[in-house]
């Protein structure tokens, strides 16, 4: 099983400022790696996959990087509708694994 | 639009079976390429993939869990049905179907969510 990591499990962000999230995978997944946005009471959104296209509906703001092991998403000026829960997702491998997710809040 | 929901009993008792249904709309069960899969959140924890099934019947399974999961389809009817064995109350969370999009290779869309408490 391919475990994924991410870090920092918090981050606490000035709306209008860059926030970078990491997620990491045990062994190379490729480009095959999905990020969803959680919010509370709300069922996670696709949001990036293939490690760097954004997923319908989402702004140019988010945007995703890596390959094989080392994995980004970057949300280049936050804005109040972005502090949410944000998981990592590798499809390379079965079966289908999470990162624990970083939690963006609002500083 | 391609929708999905969940359906199922907010208790089981320790020892039970659970049954949840996803019921989908907005495509076919049968079109190449497309899947549906469960996942399940501990309240306040991450998300944990269970099970998916393919338009061809393939299956796949968290292994951890393969001994209690059974995943099905129904296509007449647009349902993936999920059964769980031997409840216990660390299966307590909201449980989600979510479509898995054929080139997008990932769970694209989510129902709302269904949740589950395993109590006495």
């Known amino acids: 099983e391919i475990l994924m990591t991410q870090s920092p499990a918090t981050l606490s962000v000035s709306p209008g400022e860059r926030a970078t999230l990491s997620c990491r995978a045990s062994?190379?997944?490729?480009?095959?790696l999905a990020w969803y946005q959680q919010k509370p009471g709300q069922a996670p959104r696709l949001l990036i996959y293939g490690a760097s296209t954004r997923a319908t509906g989402f702004p140019a703001r988010f945007s995703g990087s890596g390959s094989g092991t080392e994995f980004t998403l970057t949300i280049s000026s936050l804005q109040s509708e972005d502090f949410a829960v944000y998981y990592c997702?590798?499809?390379?491998?079965?079966?289908?694994?999470f990162g624990p997710g970083t939690k963006v809040n609002i500083k | 639009q391609i929708t999905l929901k969940e359906s199922g009993p907010t208790l089981v008792k320790p020892t039970q079976t659970l049954t949840l249904t996803c019921t989908v709309s907005?495509?076919?069960?049968?079109?190449?390429?497309?899947?549906v899969g469960w996942i399940r959140q501990p309240p306040g924890k991450a998300l944990e993939w269970l099970a998916l099934i393919f338009w061809d019947d393939d299956k796949r399974y968290r292994p951890s869990l393969k001994r209690r999961l059974s995943i099905t389809k129904d296509t007449s009817k647009n349902q993936v049905v999920l059964t769980m064995t031997n409840m216990d109350p660390v299966d307590t969370g909201t449980y989600y179907c979510?479509?898995?999009?054929?080139?997008?290779?990932?769970?694209?869309?989510w129902g709302q969510g269904t949740t589950v408490t395993v109590s006495s």
């Open positions: 997702q590798q499809y390379n491998d079965w079966p289908l694994t």
């Open positions: 979510a479509h898995w999009g054929f080139g997008v290779y990932s769970l694209d869309v």
């Open positions: 062994q190379s997944v490729t480009t095959n």
């Open positions: 907005g495509f076919s069960l049968s079109t190449t390429g497309v899947g």
